[in-house]
């Protein structure tokens, strides 16, 4: 089993709705990480939620953390064309804040205009 | 807050040949990281940098691999005799700032072992 697994792997869906996408991992974590990869691009750090938050807001973007299921959920509202992209979980190791992350398979959203 | 700057955005080499990947920090950094991505696959975290030592490695990082910061400022990733199965992106990454433990990528190197 991997740490890690956004579910779905592949979303598409039509300019001006939300697109949910959903994390599991499965260690203790301190924190929780979402990031963006344009196709050929680096990574964008979105946002990142601790584990002792339950909710967090950044822009268009919703990111929720339910420790006990051991996943997280990232939402965006009002999808745009440019939203387009590939969205990646990620967690540091156990007992650690640090930055050696375990990434996960990620979901390539496309959203059409 | 700004990413890192990596060069070349592009390499295509022979298997055997010997690799080195740059990145740039625009600020006085002392945390990197080396990240690597196979085509279609997870993004995998290969090594850790502080103070000019190796800080954390993970399987992946074996004897091939060796990095460094020779000037102070660029830090490189040479990968010595290339395999095909070296073929990936491969990202430089720095902490940042607040010490939260997001990273902040550059726009990674394209490796192609022929």
């Known amino acids: 089993s991997q740490q890690g697994e956004e579910d779905p792997q592949a979303l598409s869906i039509q300019e001006g709705e939300n697109a949910t996408m959903n994390c599991s991992y499965k260690?203790?974590?301190?924190?929780l990480q979402w990031y963006r990869q344009n196709s050929g691009r680096g990574l964008v750090h979105l946002i990142l939620?601790?584990?002792?938050?339950r909710e967090k807001h950044s822009g268009r973007l919703r990111v929720t953390l339910d420790t006990s299921k051991k996943s997280s959920s990232l939402l965006i509202t009002a999808s745009r064309a440019a939203d387009t992209a590939s969205y990646f979980c990620a967690t540091p190791p156990p007992g650690n804040a640090g930055n050696m992350l375990t990434f996960g398979g990620g979901t390539r959203l496309m959203v059409k205009p | 807050e700004p990413e890192v700057t990596q060069t070349p955005s592009h390499q295509v080499t022979q298997m055997g040949q010997e690799v080195i990947l740059r990145c740039v920090p625009i600020s006085n950094h002392l945390y990197f990281y080396w990240y690597r991505q196979i085509l279609g696959q997870k993004v995998e975290f290969l090594v850790s940098?502080?103070?000019?030592?190796?800080?954390?490695k993970s399987e992946i990082f074996d004897d091939q691999f060796s990095v460094e910061r020779p000037d102070g400022s660029n830090f490189t990733l040479k990968i010595r005799s290339t395999k095909l199965e070296d073929s990936a992106m491969y990202f430089c990454a720095k902490s940042g700032t607040s010490g939260t433990g997001e990273l902040f990528f550059g726009e990674g190197s394209r490796l192609t072992v022929l």
């Open positions: 939620i601790r584990s002792n938050e």
């Open positions: 260690t203790s974590i301190n924190n």
């Open positions: 940098f502080y103070n000019n030592e190796i800080s954390e």
